[in-house]
């Protein structure tokens, strides 16, 4: 292009990084969102009974086997999820048997009040967590193909911007240690710099395992053409290998108490981690029933795992996985992409890194117009259409996507709880308010629309924890003296991104706007900066009021 | 006749190049390697790595679609690979049993 590699490079960089940027920005909000799906659900199912991770795993297992052989004798597998340390509450679910021109029975969850042994009833409708969280590959209103191919496209031009940026820019780690504040656009490029490179392994490898996920269809054409559809079948099973598959006998068995079992895993496995429990055919003679724990390892660790048969509730040995190379590699990039291995430090750290991943892009994004900004302010007739476009979908969508977030929390709360298609309707409102946000920006000079649109953020994250205080009885002022940590958690983080997102707008307010106010500026004559602030000079007086 | 002197033309062309000829070239680089791995690995796992390195083939094709002199070269040269490639693919599954 320009001669030069690097150069071509960073042209290459500035481009890719511009044309999916907001997309990626999305994708990676969502997505760190997912690192608490379960959290944030429970959050939003206030009806939900306060956490019961205090009690006995082997009187809540008796429990759960007393509530299913009530309610689930038809079903062919249970599975219990016992109160841990990321969701506080037992959760049973099941399938009921697929009525006529079904493929699959309709799913049942039921979260059981550990007080009384019953399911606590009327939980509203909604999408929780999961929603928000699959809406970083799954994206909305389309579908399901179509979402995936321009995920992949935008993941694919990810990975080219990692790479030509590592490429181009090569004092990378010597820069690293040089932070020149204040001065607009060195500051904005070291920002830029920083949160790419603290965390460069995990920006490729979130990326690369993220095309990982859809291989076979985005690799379609040589999928198809090497295998036929029997050997397609034959593939998955080589990649990820299943454990083994099991039959029923079709005679009549009694379960033996899980919580015998769980005496005999407890002594197996020396801790007291017993997070799952799944039940094959629990009214079988040939019943099978899986132990598991939180994943220990980043690819498969077959201790994770005991195997008993139901009515003996003795152990059974199972052969391990045979795994290829290939697919632990895939396997490991995938298991690293999801954190399910994550202790709470480590999920922590995800959420770190991830919000980094989010704040890379967007400061690229907030460069790509630092740079054009003297130049574009200098035309006669303003900024160009494409310079004005670039600043308001940054700002409608690095300040205007968490607001549309904190909503879809807020819509949570204030939708009636009987509403028809209540869980949709969530959703329908963090994009439309989303939308108006992005559109928004086009009516205001820029940097007062920065200002309000932090203003409105820190707005509504703060009152997230009010708002819960007066829609429901699950408010920090229980949560915390009941020591339920996930519910009161939630409430906290709420509070400390509408924190972060109040010093946000505290910072714009005084870097810019005072400053452009004061007298005998540096370089340029009051008017001038104030003009470059996007102000005119009766808002910017007020606002120093 | 349309004439395309205007330089975003080239830009646009070395962007079809590197978006559809970089794909191509992922996908017959799968295709190679899973016939060269075939015989010692097994049509799965050699289909399966020759899948897992296309994105990256996939990337490195596109950044040097940039990188090139010309947007004729890149189209030029990625075509010739693609050939190159889908033609070893081809006498490698002769080879092969």
Redesign the interface.
């Known amino acids: ?1 320009k ?1 030069d ?1 690097r150069q ?2 960073k ?2 960089h500035t481009w890719v990084g511009l044309v999916v940027g907001w997309v990626l920005v999305f994708m990676f909000i969502t997505g760190t969102s997912g690192y608490f799906k379960k959290e944030i659900t429970r959050w939003m199912e206030p009806e939900r009974p306060l956490a019961s991770t205090h009690l006995d795993k082997g009187e809540l297992l008796a429990m759960s086997q007393r509530y299913l052989a009530q309610h689930a004798t038809d079903a062919k597998r249970w599975q219990i999820q016992l109160p841990n340390s990321r969701d506080g509450n037992l959760t049973l679910k099941w399938r009921k048997p697929p009525k006529k021109g079904e493929r699959r029975g309709k799913r049942i969850t039921k979260i059981i009040n550990t007080d009384t042994g019953l399911a606590t009833e009327n939980i509203r409708a909604t999408g929780g967590g999961s929603a928000l969280y699959s809406l970083h590959y799954r994206l909305h209103y389309m579908p399901r193909i179509v979402a995936y191919w321009i995920v992949g496209f935008c993941t ?1 031009l990810m ?2 911007a990692v ?2 940026g590592v ?1 181009f820019y090569k004092k990378i780690f010597s820069d690293f240690f040089t932070y020149r504040a204040k001065k607009g656009l060195i500051g904005w490029l070291d920002i830029h710099s920083v949160l790419s490179v603290i965390a460069i392994p995990f920006h490729f490898m979130i990326t ?1 395992s993220g ?2 996920f859809f ?2 269809t ?2 379609a ?3 198809n ?3 036929n559809s029997d ?1 397609q079948g ?2 998955y099973d ?2 990820f290998p299943n454990n083994i598959v099991h039959e029923k006998s079709n005679v009549l068995g009694r379960l033996a108490p899980l919580s015998d079992m769980y005496i005999v895993s407890k002594q197996h496995w020396k801790k007291d981690t017993l997070t799952n429990v799944t039940v094959n055919f629990p009214m079988d003679s040939n019943s099978r029933v899986k132990f598991s724990r939180w994943e220990t390892d980043i690819t498969y660790n077959p201790e994770d795992q005991l195997v008993f048969a139901g009515v003996s509730g003795k152990i059974i040995e199972i052969p391990t996985r045979k795994v ?4 632990q ?2 396997d490991g990039f995938i298991s690293l992409h999801e954190g399910k291995f994550a202790t709470p430090i480590v999920r922590g750290l995800y959420l770190f890194v991830g919000l980094l991943g989010a704040g890379m892009v967007a400061s690229g994004l907030i460069l790509w117009t630092t740079k054009r900004k003297p130049k574009q302010l200098k035309k006669t007739k303003g900024p160009d259409f494409g310079y004005r476009l670039v600043e308001q979908l940054n700002i409608g969508t690095i300040v205007g996507l968490p607001i549309a977030i904190a909503l879809y929390f807020w819509a949570n709360r204030l939708l009636p709880v009987g509403m028809e298609n209540r869980a949709a309707w969530e959703i329908n409102c963090l994009f439309i308010s989303w939308a108006v946000l992005l559109i928004y920006p086009a009516f205001r000079p820029a940097i007062t629309a920065w200002y309000e649109q932090l203003k409105i953020s820190a707005f509504v994250f703060c009152f997230i924890p009010l708002l819960n205080f007066i829609t429901t009885d699950k408010h920090l002022g229980i949560t915390l003296p009941r020591s339920d940590w996930n519910l009161a958690g939630f409430d906290l983080t709420m509070l400390a991104i509408g924190l972060a997102f109040s010093f946000a707008a505290y910072k714009v307010k005084k870097h810019v706007i005072v400053k452009a106010l004061k007298p005998n500026g540096d370089t340029y004559k009051t008017d001038e900066n104030l003009a470059i602030a996007g102000f005119s000079s009766s808002t910017a007086k007020k606002e120093s009021n | 006749m349309v004439k395309f002197t205007n330089p975003r033309w080239w830009v646009f062309s ?1 962007i079809m190049a590197a978006t559809l000829g970089g794909y191509a070239l ?2 017959s680089s ?2 190679f390697f ?1 016939q060269l791995l075939l015989q010692s690995l097994g ?3 050699a ?6 390195l ?3 083939i ?2 490195c094709a ?2 040097w679609a ?2 090139t ?1 010309t947007a004729k070269r890149a189209w030029l040269l990625l075509l010739q690979f693609n050939l190159v490639l889908i033609t070893l693919s081809g006498l490698l599954m002769q080879v092969n049993p």
Not at chain 1, 324 to 327: I, Q, R
């Open positions: 292009m001669g590699f071509s490079m042209w290459l694919m990975l080219i790479i030509t490429i690369y095309l990982l291989l076979a985005y690799m054409l040589s999928f053409l090497s295998l050997q034959e593939y080589q990649v290829t190379v290939p697919g590699i895939n | 070395r992922a996908t799968s295709l899973s049509i799965y796992q289909l399966h790595i020759g899948m897992l296309s994105f990256l996939y990337a596109a950044m940039f990188s002199s």
